[in-house]
């Protein structure tokens, strides 16, 4: 059992940057592979970042690439999702989830384990 806790949401102007921060805590956190999803409103649960068990090899949607980066620090179980250059359409419900696998997936029902969400508003 892995619970998770996501913080660091806010209300920003575009163009701003916030960092989130995923913590964990129960079962060794560097055998889980970790995912940012995002939901806004009336739209489905979207993958966002991913980073695997190390820390290596981390996977973007194209949407987000080069504005936001995925990394992990396993003595702290934690992962951070640093956004930088943010956009309106950004704005939504951020989840980070894990799962105990060697690979990372960007669909959601593969991933076991998530947190309550933080908001992130980017105002125009």
């Known amino acids: 059992q892995v619970q998770l806790v996501e913080s660091g949401g806010g209300l920003v102007p575009a163009g701003g940057s916030l960092r989130l921060s995923c913590a964990a805590s129960?079962?060794?956190?560097?055998?889980?592979?970790v995912g940012w999803f995002r939901q806004a409103p009336g739209n489905e649960r979207e993958f966002v970042a991913g980073?695997?068990?190390?820390?290596?090899?981390?996977y973007y949607v194209d949407s987000v690439k080069g504005r936001f980066t995925i990394s992990r620090d396993n003595a702290k179980n934690t992962v951070y999702l640093q956004m930088n250059s943010l956009k309106p359409e950004d704005t939504a419900v951020y989840y980070c989830?894990?799962?105990?696998?060697?690979?990372?997936?960007?669909?959601?029902?593969?991933?076991?384990?998530w947190g309550q969400g933080t908001r992130v508003t980017v105002s125009s």
């Open positions: 980073i695997s068990r190390k820390g290596g090899t981390p």
């Open positions: 129960g079962r060794t956190f560097s055998n889980y592979v």
């Open positions: 989830a894990a799962q105990a696998s060697s690979y990372v997936s960007s669909l959601a029902n593969v991933y076991s384990y």
